[in-house]
Structures are given as C-alpha cells and as structure tokens.
C-alpha cells in the first residue's frame, strides 16, 4: 500500500507516540509515571455527567443539525459576548468533534495548496501537521525565552509574507503557559490589522489562568474580529477530555465555509456530549474555579522541584497546565543524549517516567511536563527526572 503524498509529508503525533510507549510499558508490568498528556486527572463535574444521563434517559441519542443543537451554539455565543465585548449569535457558532476538529476543519475551510499558514512557535505538534494536510506550506515565527516565551510584534511582521492566508495562534499556550494580555495582544493586532490574513486563535485553556494574568480573547479587537476564528471546547477547563466538544466562534460566511467541512466529515458531534457541554458552560462554575486552585498549587511545587536541579531552567506559566524547563545543559554531551527526543526517550527507558521532548514542538533544548496529574504522580516523577538528570551529570 503506497499512502498519498499529503499522508507522507506528514509526521506522527509526539506527545501521543511517548503516550502510547507509556502505555505499552505499563502493560508489561512496568510503574511508568506519565507526564506527558494534557488530560487533567480531575473527574467530569457531578452536575455535567448528571445532565447527560438525562439525556440517555430521555432518549437524546439521534442525530442533531451538524451544527449542533441551537441552545449550545447559543451558550458558547453569549460566553464569548460576554468575554470579548462582541455581538456574535448562535449563527457564528460551529460545535465539533474537540478543539482539534474544530482547528483541522477550519484549516481545510480556509487554504489552498501554495498558501502559507504561520504558526508562532514553539507550538502544539499537530499545527503544522494539519497545515500540510490542506496542501498548505507550514511556516513559523520563532517566540524566545527571554521574552517570556511571547512572540514580538516586529518579528510576527517580519515573518508575514505575502502567502500568509492564516495565522495559528495559541493563548494561553500550549507548550509554555506564557499568556497574552490585552497589551501585548494590541501589538500583534496593529501588525496583523495591515493584512488580509485569517488568524485562528486557539483558546482552550483560556479559563486556566493564575495570579494576576487575565485572559484576553482575540476576539476583543473588533478591527480584525471578522477574521478571527475563536476556538475553544470544555475538554480542559471541565476535565472533559473524553466528551469530544470543541467550538468554533468566527464571522457568519467563516462559520458557513467551515460547516461544509463538518457536515461532510462528523455530520454532528455526539448529541448526548453536547447536553453535557450546555451544562458544564451553563451550570455552576465553582469546578473549574477548584480544579484552577490545584492545577495552581501543582504549578508553583513543579517549578520549585526544577528549579532545585541543577542546570535546570524553569519559567513560572502563566497559564494552563505545563511547563517548559530548559534542559540543554544535559544535551550534546559525551555518551549522553542528542537532543530533547533521546533525553526523553532515555528518562522513560531508565527511569520509567513519560514527558514530552521541546524539539517536538519546535523548540529544542526543553522538554514538557504536564502538570495536570495527581500531585503523588508528580512527586514521584520529579523524583525520577531528578535522578535521570543526576545520572547524566556523573556519567
């Protein structure tokens, strides 16, 4: 069997191939700490999995508009509204199979084969990767460590070029935790209001924020919210990974381009999931205010754990639930791992702990951990990461 050439120019998911080596591990027999997966270990709040179970019982289980159900679209409308100052009704609203399918649905809606989508990085793997499946170019805006991990407006200018069709742009984001305020945002608007570029602003960890920061959504900048395509979903804020409900917020002929795409590869996402969303948006919020606190606590014990080991760099997140620790003093050495892929590779064969190399998303010399695991996993992981490291250091 010879796979397309769109399915050959693509790679595999990293943080699913070290998930599922965790997995395979823990078959056998081995204890592997995981910390690899952005999947909060909290349970689905009472009230959403009560909401869906009366949708079982009252027989919600048909198909719904692939769309979905008005009063969602609805709620996710007036959420935004609420948020960013903005007008939009249920019309602007698509619900989908995740974020994810939200995301890939809008960049096969929006661009052609020679376009360039621009994605700041580092980045989640499967940006670019969904780029190249719509025939798209991936190209990338570098963001550095001394800025935050934020991405300057002079270089987000510098890297649009005339085939930029989209911009993939992630707040709070995904590696890093860095997170945009209202001031930064307006820098990268003045740029981005001077071209015809789309930009998807992928927002799924915008209630996951700490201290002082304040989630700004994209969408608050009425110059360029005709072409920003807001993507959200209750996969983290409500711990409702499996549930499979993302959100897409855009203007009316945006929304209708990329509801052909829904409708020709989902038809609806499940109807009895969606329930459960209109609760989670809808119902009592003190959950995810609970799980914030947590996530918040496990956050600063983390970054002091890292920041104990020599070497080792770690930048406080600002936002959802990982963080990004420079590791390059522990690369390149003799007899020692390469890069983040072999350090990575090698903390999970000899010390059985799962986290997720910096190169996989495109920042080399760091590797990822999530911290949306129990604080015991966590403990016992850092502890294994700290004697991996150590052994590299007397080798």
């Known amino acids: ?101 939200a995301i890939f649905s809008s960049v096969l809606a929006l661009c052609d084969p020679g376009d360039e989508v621009l994605i700041v990085s580092p980045h989640w793997v499967s940006y670019p990767e969904m780029a190249k499946l719509a025939g798209a170019t991936p190209r990338f805006v570098q963001v550095r460590e001394e800025n935050g991990f934020h991405v300057e407006a002079a270089d987000l200018e510098k890297a649009i070029s005339p085939r930029t069709k989209l911009l993939i742009f992630n707040n709070p984001t995904n590696p890093t935790g860095a997170v945009y305020g209202r001031e930064r945002l307006g820098e990268l608007v003045s740029v981005l209001a001077r071209t015809d570029a789309y930009v998807i602003s992928d927002e799924i960890y915008g209630k996951i924020v700490y201290d002082d920061v304040a989630y700004v959504s994209l969408a608050s900048f009425p110059e360029i919210r005709d072409r920003v395509l807001v993507v959200d979903g209750v996969s983290k804020a409500y711990a409702m990974t499996g549930w499979r409900i993302g959100f897409l917020v855009a203007s009316k002929p945006v929304a209708e381009a990329v509801a052909k795409v829904v409708g020709h590869s989902t038809s609806n996402a499940t109807s009895v999931s969606q329930k459960a ?84 998303f495109g920042m080399e010399g760091h590797i990822r951990i999530s911290y949306a695991s129990s604080m015991e996993q966590l403990e016992r992981g850092l502890d294994r990461i700290e004697a991996g490291l150590a052994a590299l250091r007397r080798a």
């Open 1 to 101: 069997m010879v796979p397309s050439r769109r399915i050959r120019s693509v790679e595999k998911s990293k943080t699913l191939a070290i998930t599922d080596k965790a997995k395979a591990l823990k078959r056998k027999g081995i204890d592997v700490v995981s910390l690899s997966a952005g999947e909060p270990d909290f349970d689905t709040p009472a009230h959403v999995k009560e909401a869906a179970i009366a949708a079982i019982e009252e027989g919600f289980t048909k198909y719904t508009a692939s769309t979905g159900i008005p009063e969602l679209r609805q709620a996710v409308a007036d959420k935004l509204n609420r948020e960013a100052g903005a007008e939009y009704s249920a019309e602007n609203v698509l619900v989908t199979c995740g974020g994810k399918h």
């Open 277 to 360: 969303a209109l609760a989670a948006l809808t119902g009592d919020q003190s959950c995810v205010t609970e799980m914030r606190q947590e996530f918040d606590r496990r956050r600063r014990y983390v970054c002091e754990r890292l920041a104990a080991i020599p070497d080792v760099r770690c930048t406080l997140p600002e936002g959802a639930f990982y963080v990004f620790p420079d590791v390059s003093a522990y690369l390149g050495q003799q007899d020692g791992p390469a890069d983040s892929f072999a350090l990575c590779d090698r903390l999970l064969e000899s010390e059985h702990v799962a986290v997720v190399p910096g190169g996989a």
